[in-house]
């Protein structure tokens, strides 16, 4: 089935007789008007995904990151099998390349989501990514909380889930919020490499309309508004770390 050149537009029919054939998205790029209606829905998609993920990443970050913490030498319930074991397997967490991680584990997704495609398919890479990331993040941000502090807590009787609560995780809070901030903003990308498989959001328009159409207005405007995305949760992470610093919190 041919296409007559009545029905092609007359920038396409005209280039094709002055210069040769181009693609015709590389002539018709996106007007700007045009813009708020196609990256709107993309980062409410964006934000959904990474909104969902990073809820499953503290919840269960969080308590791996006590335990590894505390089933180290020196912890609250030292276990150095366990400890060898739950850290092992952080470890391969976090040694697998996102893209490749999302394209072994697509069986897996299909299982859990039903689909391999979309938000909900892209939750779950996401997800396995996050919580090693952030475990780490936090039993990092455990070990410099004083062995005073906890030492402390000890003494005047708390229980163990109370010194985990209010000696190690109380004290922890500004790094932990730096780092909260710092694994967000990682979600951020995930979610943009997660658009190559459909899941939607900023990745996928950059993806499908900017890149695979030639569109470089759509491109550069996805480009934008991933800058300012990242921008918005820093300066917010910042914020979060000032008002949980003591001294900094006298300061502002």
Known sequence: MGVTSSLLPSTLTGSVVAGGPRPASALSDTALADLPALLLPALGETLTMVGIVMVLVVAIGTPIAVCLHNMAPGGLFENPKVYGILSWIVNIGRSLPFLVLMAAIVPFTRFITGTNIGIAAAVVPMTLAG???FARIVENSLRDVPRSVTQAAKASGGSTLQIIRTAQLGEAVPAIMGGL???????????????????????YVAVTYGYQRFDNTVMLATVILLILLVTTVQLVGDRLVKVTTPHLRRRA
């Open 131 to 133: 919580i090693p990331f």
């Open 181 to 203: 901030t710092i694994n967000t903003i990682a979600m951020i990308e995930y979610s943009a490499i997660a658009g190559t498989i459909g899941a939607g959001g900023i990745g």
